[in-house]
Structure formats: C-alpha cells, structure tokens
C-alpha cells in the first residue's frame, strides 16, 4: 500500500495545521464562529463528531458460542477508552462508545456493521473475532469507507485500507511455531485438527506448505468440526491409531471446552504427546480448566505472565476494573491495542476523517503496548514478536520461548 512521501516526514500534519489557523483567523475576523469551522476540518466525511465528543463502535460477540473468546476484547477496548477519556479524550473530545452484538452470526455481524457506519456514523469500530466474521463485514466497512480495527490473529492473505489488524497474521504466528517444533522437540509427523471455517483451514493449508515444502515432514491426519461440536469420541480413536509427533490444533469457539476435555478423558496428555494450539488463550483456559491442558502448547505474540512494566501496569489496570479474578489472553490485549493506535493515528492526522487516519497511520509506534513495543506497518498490521508458552496446572501459561526480534508482517508471503 503505497503512502505519499510526505507523511513521514510530517509535512502533511503541519500544512494542515498552518491552514487551520490561517482559516480560523480569517473566520474570527469576518465574524463567524471559530469553533464551527474548527469542528468541519477535523471531520470532513459526516461522522458523529462534535465540538465535545466523538462517536466509535464495537462490534463483538457478546451472546453465542464465540462470546468465551471474544468477551476479553470487548472488555480491553472499553478499558482503554476509558483511560483515554480520562486523559482528555482525543483531539479534545471525549468518545462516546455503541455497542453492537454480532452474536456469532455472521449475517448478523454484517447487519450491525451496517448500522454502526451508515446510522451511527462512527468514525471508527473495533471488532470482530473470527475471520469469517471479518470477511462478512470488510466489504460494508469498504464501500462506506469505515474504518475496523481487528484484535484477532489470522490466516493473512488480506490486506484492505480500511482495516487495522492488531493481531498476528500467519506468518509471525504459524510459522515461527512450526520452525520451534521441529528444532525443540522433533516434530516430523503432524495432525491436524480445527474448526470447521476459514481461519482453521486457510492456516492448515499454509502449515501443510511449510511443513512438507520446507521442513520436509509428513501430515498424517486432517480433521474439521463444526464449531459448536461437542463428539470427539471418533477423532481421538484416529489420533491414537496414527500416532503423530505433534498434534497442530485450530479449534475454536463452544467446542473448544470439549475438545480439550476428550482428549484428558481418551488419556492423550502431555506426558504421552506434544500438542501445539494457535487458538488458546488465557480467555479459553478459563472454560478449558487448567488440569485439561498441563503441559500442552499455544504460539500466541502476548500471555498474561510477561514481565515488563507495561503489562504489569496493564494487568493491575484490567483486575482493577473487572475484578480479581479475571484473565487477559493474546486476543484481549491486541483489542486493547486498537483504541490507542486509533488515538495516535487521529491525533498525528489532526483529524477524524478515515481517509486522513489512514495516511498517518503507517510507521506509528506503540511504546505503551503490555506485550512490548510494536509499530505499524504500512501494509496495517503490526510488527511484533511472537511466543511459545506451555500451559499449567493453575490455568496460566510459562513462556518457553520468544523470537528474539520483532517479527514483519507479512500477509502475503511467497509460495503460501
């Protein structure tokens, strides 16, 4: 996505800004309100702005079998709005927040898309979990030119001017734990399992590339369910019978509390097989339980356990406002990310309109970020490392490994 020179330099911020003092003037002086036309160039597209606040969406999964995975992100993005409002809000104006359910519906997801950007008029929304939610939404948030901030790690191949993807793709998540199985433990024979939509599939077929085109391994097994399947009885029977170095797991949403369950219930634990996950986090855990997954292993770039100032921070906040009890996973703070890199974004912009907000956004830095610094690319996903952590008995994760240096976003890599 090509970016005018400009930008980086800021010449653009500062033109915009001599002209808005330049205009403001001359309206003083011919006797109009300054704060009218002040409001205008701030917010050139028809957005719900005023002189005082600013209107900004959520779209999740607050009812359905995703709302065990996407509750976490809902509560982060209002958490982080609300510190900003405490902070004065952005470009002085406090931000009003609609919410909307998708209800783990896609055509629902759609429906309320719509509504947040034609009859809401809001200048920016964070949301969606899974990628076929976000698929069904990109096409609405394109023609109206809204703009979407999207916490989840995903399978890439996706790349759209009107989306920020806060989360890991593909290639910063899947890969890096594919290249540490097979150096850290060995894994030659791989099977997988997920659930049964894009993000799972999508992600399997570039594992599969990997794992036979690169690493020169073998998948002796692949196996989809739809995502509220509770039968596992049959799966463990064929995982038993093939015997793979390492299960490679992309199951999601209601299914995923039995999923982990059959598989303690068929006896295969961690002491008897290596399991990797690139979908459990410390959000799934809390309906998984600790003791279904002791020993296995997720790839995620954020765990609740890292130990740097920002997280800390960032925890004592969240137990503050949710209660003591409550666990932060990969997906909780890249939504808790969205809101300030829009702030960044709008503020380096000195303005709300999406298409300003767009150009300022490539090269912003995060230094704020519980998971560590992080900057965004110019193709709107972030640079970031990426972790292995190995589940405990107490519902935790014990970080095991770490790229030593911040990963590219890459959604379209070549040969995948």
Sequence with gaps: MKQPSEFDSGQATARDRRRLLQTLGAASMAGFPAWSLAEALVNTTGLAVSSSEVVVGQLHSATGIMAISETGAMQAEQLAIEEINAQGGVLGRKIRLIKEDGASDWPTFAEKSKKLLINDRCAAVFGCW??????????IF?????LLYYPTFYEG???SKNVIYTGQEATQQILYSLDWAKKEKNAKNFFFVGSDYIWPRTVMKIARKHIEGVQ???IVGEEYYPMDSTSFGPLMNKIKLQKPDC??????GGSTVAFYKALKAAGITSAKQLLLTWAVTEDEMTGIGGENFAGFYSSMKYFQTLDNAN?????????ARYGTKAVIGDTTQSGYLSPWLWKAAVEK????????????SPGLELKIAPEGYVKLDANHHLWSKSRIAMGLPDGSFKVVAESPDLIRPDPFPKGY
Excluded: C, H, M, Y
Excluded at 130 to 139: G, M, Q
Excluded at 142 to 146: L, R, V
Excluded at 247 to 252: C, K, S
């Design 130 to 139: 899974t990628s076929a939610s976000r698929k069904a939404v990109l096409p």
């Design 142 to 146: 394109e023609k109206e030119n809204g």
């Design 157 to 159: 191949l996706e790349q």
């Design 216 to 218: 020169k391994g073998r």
């Design 247 to 252: 299960l490679l797991i992309a199951v999601v």
């Design 311 to 319: 997280n800390k921070k960032f925890v004592k906040a969240f137990k």
């Design 349 to 360: 912009a000195g303005s709300f309109d999406v298409n300003k907000v767009v150009l300022a």
